[in-house]
């Protein structure tokens, strides 16, 4: 079945450092991949999206790029903010198998940046 | 544009009691899914539901548990007996038609049972 493995945290950055969350994927057709990220007490928000290889997702200076040829989605941000600190989820929709109409989420990974 | 509204926040109850958590999608939305995370962990697939039909109930345990997206009305996602275990937070999420798109997430119930 479709499964999400994500780097585990909790990762702790200074602010304005660089930051890497990897998230690698196995699904059986051709997924579209999600970050996602939760604050604290809340659901979670659609950070950005691809549809397709090499498309890649962007949103409030996060960036992840569709690599099919290594079945990844990893999530970058050049410069962190104290703002930024939350959980950050990969998740897959895939069309294919049996897991046609529901996504796959992910451990989530907890960043916490500090000033 | 209201989101998605689940009710209530926070749900107590005792062990052997029913909880009942709502979950109302975003207008025009037909699909509902229903999530439960554990502190410090993921998020688990529950259930998936179109109007009035069980897509995928893989994630729900078989006994207790049970979910329901009538026509009218909101999802209803039903634990009866509960016990210590089922104290999690359950999060509501719908989507429109379509593997393009995304997840709209409720803020989740929080239930603790005593």
């Known amino acids: 079945g479709d499964s999400v493995t994500q780097m585990e945290g909790p990762v702790t950055l200074s602010e304005e450092a660089f930051l890497t969350i990897n998230c690698t994927y196995t699904?059986?057709?051709?997924?579209?991949l999600f970050w996602y990220v939760q604050y604290p007490g809340e659901g979670l928000q659609l950070l950005l999206k691809a549809t397709k290889a090499d498309d890649k997702g962007s949103n409030k200076g996060f960036e992840a790029t569709y690599r099919k040829e290594t079945t990844s989605f990893h999530l970058e941000k050049g410069s962190v903010q104290v703002s930024d600190s939350a959980v950050y989820f990969c998740?897959?929709?895939?069309?294919?198998?049996?897991?046609?109409?529901?996504?796959?989420f992910g451990d989530g990974t907890t960043l916490t940046v500090k000033p | 544009n209201a989101g998605v509204m689940q009710n209530p926040r926070h749900l107590v109850r005792r062990r052997g009691q029913e909880a009942r958590l709502r979950c109302s999608p975003v207008?025009?939305?037909?699909?509902v899914y229903w999530y439960r995370q554990l502190p410090e962990e993921g998020l688990k697939f529950m259930v998936y539901?179109?109007?009035?039909?069980?897509?995928?109930e893989s994630g729900m345990p078989k006994e207790r548990f049970s979910a329901e997206f009538p026509k009218e009305g909101p999802s209803i996602l039903r634990i009866q007996q509960v016990v210590r275990g089922d104290s999690a937070a359950y999060f509501c999420a719908s989507s429109q038609q379509g593997m393009d798109s995304p997840l709209h997430f409720g803020n989740g119930t929080r239930l603790t049972v005593t």
């Open positions: 539901l179109q109007k009035e039909n069980i897509i995928d």
């Open positions: 207008k025009g939305h037909s699909h």
């Open positions: 998740a897959l929709s895939d069309p294919g198998g049996t897991n046609a109409g529901k996504s796959t």
């Open positions: 699904a059986t057709g051709y997924p579209s």
